[in-house]
């Protein structure tokens, strides 16, 4: 059982940065790949931005290649996701989540994650 916890969310104006953070719990977080994902209002959700379990390896969606950054802290149980020059279109709530097989690659196929967090919203004003 994996627990993802997001904070980091909120408003900003078109421009701006956010920082979102993703706390899990349980000892394996170290051997998983991690995600994030979005939802925004009235879409399906979307792939935004994967880490293999190390921090080796990372994937980006094209919207946010160049803006976003994905890292994490396999001590601190912590996976990021650091959002610059942020645009209206990526107001969303945006979900953390894990992939549980050990080990496993960075992925962009939302089923394949197996746990997820409840989500935080982010808002952009143009």
């Known amino acids: 059982q994996v627990q993802l916890v997001e904070s980091g969310g909120g408003l900003v104006q078109a421009g701006g940065s956010l920082r979102l953070s993703c706390a899990a719990s349980g000892r394996t977080f170290s051997r998983y790949a991690m995600g994030w994902l979005r939802q925004p209002p009235g879409k399906e959700r979307e792939f935004v931005a994967g880490i293999n379990w190390s921090g080796g390896s990372t994937h980006y969606t094209d919207s946010v290649k160049g803006r976003f950054t994905i890292s994490r802290d396999n001590a601190k149980n912590t996976v990021y996701l650091q959002m610059n020059s942020l645009k209206p279109e990526d107001t969303a709530v945006y979900f953390c989540?894990?992939?549980?097989?050990?080990?496993?690659?960075?992925?962009?196929?939302?089923?394949?994650?197996?746990?997820w967090g409840q989500g935080t919203q982010v808002t952009v004003s143009s």
């Open positions: 989540a894990a992939k549980t097989k050990l080990y496993g690659d960075v992925s962009d196929y939302a089923p394949s994650y197996d746990y």
